[in-house]
C-alpha cells in the first residue's frame, strides 16, 4: 500500500488537532487490531524515538566502517582515536542545532496553519522558511550534491565488497549488477518506512565491526609489522577528513525528524547514536591497524587484508545489504527534491512516484563506473561537500536566525544552561565553522583531491577492477615492466602503493604487473 509522502498512511493514521508547534502521535483506527496493520505497523511504519534512533545509527557507520583502518594507517592511532572522539562529539552538535530550526521553521510555519500530512520538511526549505531563498539555494545544491555522491560511495562499496567473495567479475561488472539493486529503493516511500530496514541495517554493521576487531586480534600482527603513521601531511589530512565525513552523516537528519510521530523527541537522538558507533568504529579500526599497519595504506577496505573464512563472507554478505540500504537513506531526500520539482509529491499512487524517481538513479550508476575509487573518494566528498552541508551551514544558519535579541526571546527551544546558553553557542558555532573551514576545507580539500588525482593519473577513470589483484604469471613469463625498467615507473600515493611507506617495504614487482596491467587496458 502506499503511503502518503510524510509516512502517514491516510486512511489508518492522521493527527489530532493539536495546538501551535505540537506535535502527537498518529493514532490508528478501528481496523489498527487487524493482523495485516499489526504487522505493516511492526515491520513497516515507524515513527517512533527508537525508529530515529535506528535511522541515525545505521546511517551513519556504513562502508565507511571499512575505510576507518586505512585512515588510521594515515593518521597514526592516537590521532586515529582523537578525531574519531572529536568529529563525533562535533557531529552530534550541528545534528542537534538542525533539530533545533526544524522544530523552530515547523513551529512558525504551523502558526501560519500549515498542514504537512502530504509534504515532507527538507533541509533547505527549513533555510528559505529561516533565511531565505539564497540559503535555500546554498543548502539544496550542497545537500543534493553530498547525497549524490554519498550514493555513489554506497554502490562502490557493493562492487568492492561483492568481489571478494566472487572475483570472476571485475568490481566494474558489479558496478552495473548492484546499481539494478539499488535502484529498487524507489519503491519505499520515505524514512517512515525504513523500520525493519534500518533495524537490521545496524545489527548488520554490529557484526561486522566485531568481527573485523575479533578477526584482526585472532590473525595477530603480520610479520614486520610496521605503524609508520602519520609520515605526510598529505595522507594525515586525507585520513582526517574521511573521519570527518564518517561523523556528517546527519544530511538527512529533517527528513528523519519529520517522519517520527512526535519530532521533539529527537533531541540528543544522534549523540546516543554516535555514542553507539563509537563503540564499533573504535575497536575495529584500532584493531585491524594493530595487525596489518602501513599494509593498509595500499588496501583502502580492511577486508582485503583478513583471510577469507565463513566468518568474513558473512561480514561481506551483511554488509553488501547494508550498502543497499544506506543508498536509500542518502537517496530518498534526493528522491523528494525530484518529485517537488515534477509535482509528484504528493501523489498516492507507489507505482508513478517509484517510476518517476527512476531517473535520479542513472546518474549515481554513472559516476560510480567514472570514479571507482574506493577510500579516497570518501575523504573528497568529506572536505568538499560534508564540510558545507552538516557542519557550517548548520552552524552559521543558527546563528543568523537567532542574532537578534528579538528571535532569541521568542524561540521554541532555548540551549541548554550546561553549553551556555546563547552566549556559549554562539562561541561552539564560531569555532565549528572556523575549525572546519580551516582544517576540513581548507587542508583537507587540498590532501584528498591531491590523492584523488593521483588515483585517476594512476588507474584512469572508468577503471575496471580498482585495487584488484595481479592475475598469476604463467610459468616463464617475464615481468612486463615498461620500457627503461623500473626507473620509469612514478610511485603513486595512498590507495595504490608506497605511499608513506620506507624502502624496506617498497612495492613488489607484483605491483607493477598489475598497475601495468590497468594501463595496458587503457583504463
Excluded at 559516476?367 to 571507482?372: N, S, Y
Aim: contains cysteine; charged residues 10%; proline residues 6%.
Amino acid at each position: 500500500m502506499a503511503s502518503a509522502p510524510n509516512g502517514s498512511l491516510a486512511d489508518e493514521k492522521a493527527p489530532e488537532a493539536v495546538g501551535v508547534g505540537r506535535y502527537v502521535e498518529m493514532e490508528q483506527d478501528g481496523d489498527s487490531n487487524t493482523v495485516k496493520s499489526r504487522l505493516s505497523g511492526m515491520l513497516w511504519h515507524g515513527g517512533s524515538a527508537y525508529d530515529a534512533w535506528f535511522s541515525c545509527a545505521s546511517n551513519q557507520v556504513a562502508q565507511v566502517l571499512l575505510t576507518l583502518p586505512y585512515s588510521f594507517s594515515q593518521l597514526g592511532m592516537l590521532s586515529g582515536i582523537l578525531f574519531q572522539l572529536f568529529y563525533g562529539l562535533m557531529g552530534s552538535w550541528t545534528a542537534y542545532l538542525i533539530s533545533i530550526l526544524y522544530v523552530e521553521y515547523r513551529t512558525r510555519k504551523e502558526r501560519e496553519k500549515a498542514d504537512f500530512r502530504n509534504h515532507v520538511i527538507q533541509w533547505f526549505e527549513v533555510l528559505d522558511g529561516l533565511l531565505g531563498r539564497h540559503w535555500r539555494n546554498v543548502g539544496l545544491a550542497f545537500n543534493c550534491t553530498f547525497l549524490l555522491f554519498g550514493s555513489v560511495i554506497q554502490l562502490i562499496a557493493c562492487a568492492s565488497n561483492i568481489y571478494y567473495i566472487n572475483d570472476k567479475l571485475d568490481k566494474r561488472t558489479w558496478t552495473y549488477i548492484f546499481g539494478a539493486c539499488c535502484a529498487t529503493t524507489v519503491f519505499i516511500p520515505s524514512f517512515h518506512n525504513y523500520r525493519i530496514w534500518s533495524f537490521l541495517g545496524l545489527v548488520m554493521t554490529t557484526y561486522t565491526a566485531w568481527y573485523l576487531a575479533i578477526a584482526s586480534l585472532i590473525h595477530g600482527q603480520v610479520d614486520g609489522v610496521k605503524h609508520s603513521g602519520p609520515t605526510k601531511m598529505m595522507l594525515y589530512f586525507t585520513g582526517a577528513t574521511n573521519i570527518l565525513y564518517t561523523f556528517g552523516g546527519h544530511a538527512v537528519t529533517v527528513e528523519i525528524m519529520h517522519a517520527m510521530w512526535r519530532p521533539q523527541k529527537f533531541k540528543a537522538i544522534y549523540l546516543m547514536a554516535t555514542i553507539y558507533v563509537l563503540t564499533l568504529t573504535l575497536p575495529s579500526a584500532a584493531s585491524v591497524y594493530w595487525a596489518f599497519g602501513d599494509q593498509l595504506l595500499t588496501h583502502s577496505n580492511a577486508l582485503a587484508l583478513l583471510p577469507r573464512t565463513a566468518f568474513r563472507d558473512a561480514a561481506v554478505v551483511l554488509m553488501l545489504v547494508h550498502q543497499i540500504i544506506t543508498f536509500g537513506f542518502a537517496c530518498t531526500p534526493l528522491y523528494f527534491v525530484w518529485e517537488k520539482l515534477i509535482g509528484l509529491h504528493d501523489c498516492r499512487s507507489l507505482c508513478k512516484r517509484a517510476a518517476a524517481r527512476l531517473p535520479i538513479v542513472v546518474p549515481i550508476w554513472f559516476l560510480a563506473i567514472i570514479f571507482p575509487f574506493f577510500g579516497p573518494i570518501n575523504s573528497a566528498v568529506g572536505s568538499l561537500l560534508v564540510s558545507f552541508t552538516v557542519y557550517i551551514i548548520p552552524a552559521l544558519a543558527h546563528v543568523i536566525t537567532f542574532r537578534s535579541a528579538s528571535a532569541r526571546e521568542n524561540a521554541v527551544k532555548a540551549p541548554p544552561r550546561f553549553v551556555g546558553r546563547w552566549t556559549g553557542t554562539f562561541i561552539i558555532n564560531a569555532f565549528v565553522v572556523a575549525w572546519v573551514l580551516v582544517v576540513g576545507f581548507g587542508f583537507g580539500g587540498w590532501a584528498s583531491m591531491t590523492n584523488f588525482v593521483h588515483q585517476i593519473d594512476t588507474f584512469g577513470l572508468f577503471t575496471k577492477c580498482y585495487q584488484c589483484p595481479p592475475p598469476p604469471l604463467a610459468p616463464g613469463a617475464s615481468l612486463p615492466f615498461p620500457p627503461g625498467g623500473l626507473s620509469n615507473i612514478t610511485m603513486p600515493f595512498n590507495g595504490t602503493a608506497g605511499a608513506g611507506l620506507p624502502p624496506a617495504q617498497a612495492p613488489s614487482p607484483s605491483h607493477f604487473v598489475h598497475r601495468h596491467r590497468h594501463h595496458s587496458h587503457g583504463l
